[in-house]
């Protein structure tokens, strides 16, 4: 491992549409660096169907692994972990693109606190609040995720997600990488955070003014989809394994009664009813939230 060196891993399935664009933009925030930093960029084509592989055969200056098939977030951020050697790890989204001074903000906050296990930057929308989409009134809304949070304040493990942020490589080596048991959508980034959050508390950031622009594609309904399947297929394998998180995660509300009196069909009819006549983000987390409940229950069936 060399001192002051990074490797940009950046999973690609499908990204026909941004992975130009998202690589474009690391490559100018890298190239602005003040630090002297030994730089790599990793894109780990996850058995793309679309003509991704294409376009990133394009691309100079990158290293390309390529997965036969679809393996998940999991496996492929495995792959560029694996592939790197650097002391710092950056994890972005193909999705995402990162403003100039990202890695600037971002590598800033690790070099000059040793104590920072990782940092998670700012994900904002493209578009103005009147012309986003109903799912995109929800992400980038004050109802989901962290509030805003200075440089120096712990961050929630909850809310540390890794579609833009960088770690230090001995954070990994001691709490190991992603679990690939995590296949379909969900989990991966909030699995790895508990085990972080664990061997490293009080130590993760969030840096605000390391703004990216995340791409949301997604319909709500595809996303009410994804968050089901994360209910039905991952949720319940990460609450075994961490059955100490299972109370801060809001299992409890699944099964009770006070879970099942707020989160049910006729509750979810009326949040569709309401929904039509006032786009509130609330309305829209309700019914993500009550998908992925739905998920859970599903799965104990």
Same mark, same amino acid.
């Given at each position: ?179 690939? *048991?995590?296949?379909? =959508? /969900? ?6 955070? $508990?085990?972080?959050?664990? &061997?490293?508390?009080? %130590? #993760? ?20 989809? *994804?968050?089901?399947? =994360? /209910? ?6 990460? $609450?075994?394994?961490?059955? &100490?998180?299972?109370? %801060? #995660? ?33 309305? $829209? ?17």
């Amino acid at each position: 491992m060399e001192n002051n060196s990074l490797s940009v891993v950046v999973p690609c399935y499908n990204s026909k549409k941004r992975i130009v664009a998202c690589i474009d933009a690391i490559k100018l925030s890298l190239d602005s660096l003040d630090h002297k930093f030994k730089f790599e960029i990793i894109v780990i084509n996850d058995g793309s169907t679309d003509s991704s592989g294409e376009h990133i055969k394009k691309m100079d200056k990158i290293k390309v692994i390529t997965h036969s098939k679809n393996k998940g977030l999991s496996s492929a951020r495995n792959s560029g972990i694996k592939a790197s050697s650097s002391e710092y790890i950056a994890f972005l989204d193909s999705d995402i693109e990162v403003e100039k001074k990202w890695f600037q903000k971002m590598l800033d906050l690790l070099v000059n606190d040793a104590s920072i296990a990782g940092v998670t930057g700012h994900l904002k929308s493209p578009f103005s609040n009147k012309s986003r989409s109903l799912l995109e009134k929800y992400l980038f809304s004050n109802y989901r995720g962290s509030k805003k949070t200075d440089n120096k304040t712990p961050l929630l493990y909850k809310w540390f997600v890794f579609s833009n942020t960088i770690i230090r490589r001995s954070v990994l080596e001691k709490t190991g990488c992603f679990d690939e *048991n995590l296949i379909s =959508y /969900g989990g991966e980034d909030t699995e790895l955070a $508990i085990r972080i959050n664990r &061997d490293f508390p009080n %130590n #993760l950031r969030k840096c605000e003014s390391a703004v990216s622009i995340h791409y949301s594609d997604k319909t709500l309904n595809q996303y009410r989809k *994804n968050m089901f399947e =994360y /209910g039905l297929n991952n949720f319940n394998y990460i $609450i075994q394994k961490h059955p &100490d998180y299972k109370k %801060n #995660l809001g299992a409890n509300m699944v099964s009770s009664f006070r879970g099942r009196l707020i989160f049910n069909s006729i509750s979810r009819s009326l949040c569709v009813f309401l929904l039509n006549l006032i786009k509130h983000p609330l309305l $829209i987390k309700f019914l993500v939230i009550s998908s992925f409940v739905q998920g859970v229950r599903n799965s104990k069936k």
